[in-house]
Each structure stands twice: as C-alpha cells, then as structure tokens.
C-alpha cells in the first residue's frame, strides 16, 4: 500500500502541473468562441485549484495499475470511477455544466463513450504490439532451432 500511494503522488505532482496550462488553453478557447468575455478573480482561482486538482488525481490514478494483485477489469473499474466523479465535480465547480439530471446524464454518456474508446484503442495497439512480439519470438525460437540442427 505505501508503494501505492508513493506512486500515486509521484504521478499526481507530475500531471498536476498540466492542470493549470490545460485551464489557461480552455479559457482562449471560450473566449475566442464569444462563450466567455471575462472571468471574475473567483472563477480563476476556483479553476486553476479544480483543474490542479483533477490532473493530480488523473495522474495519480494511474498507479492504480501498478496493483499487481489487482485484477485488470477492477483496476480499470476504479480508475474509470474515480475519474468520472473527480471530472464531473470540477465541471460542476466551474459551472461548465449545469446541475440538473440532463446535463449530468449528458456529460456520464460522453464521459463513458470517451473512456471505453480510449480503453478500446489502447486494446487494439497491445493486441497488435503483442501479436507482432509473439510472431518476433517464433521467428528467433525457429531460427535457433534451425541452427541447431545445422550444427548436429
């Protein structure tokens, strides 16, 4: 368990430093959509401490695969929790979505579609790395069974 939560600090002080640039780039893009004109020193500190927070708990989250006695699917289930509630309560504190049964149900099935094609993908790219890895290691295995007859 203190390895875990070594980890997961370690990871989290990593992200956390991208919280407060991601901010920064989604504000321009409000502003120059017309969505927002100017921010009161209230929405920027609310922001900047969310978002810091949301990155160190995304980044941090991610020791949760270190886990080794931890089945695959329940790390994937915590994680996914963990990142759902931390990204809907930032969206919620700075009031980009608003409190209501349909936005919050908007914002799970994009949350959802997101995560499970995020997982899908990095299924595909380990499938493919493993496949091409396993077909590496029969040509090498053959090749040394070849040169071994060939010395006999």
Known sequence: MKRFITEFFRRG??????GPIVLAILYLILHYKGLIDTLTVNQVCIGIFSITA??????????????????LMVAILIHGIILYFSYLGAYLINDWIEWGTTPILVFS?????????VWA?????TKRNTKKLNEMLK??????IDNKELSN
Request: hydrophobic letters at 50%; one cysteine or more.
């Open 109 to 117: 099935g994009i949350f959802v579609v997101g995560y499970l094609a």
């Open 121 to 125: 993908i990095i299924y595909c790219v």
């Open 54 to 71: 949301l990155a160190f708990t995304a980044g941090g989250m991610n020791a949760v695969y270190q886990i080794e006695r931890l089945p």
């Open 13 to 18: 002080l990593i992200a956390c430093g991208f």
């Open 139 to 144: 040509e090498t295995q053959q090749s040394l």
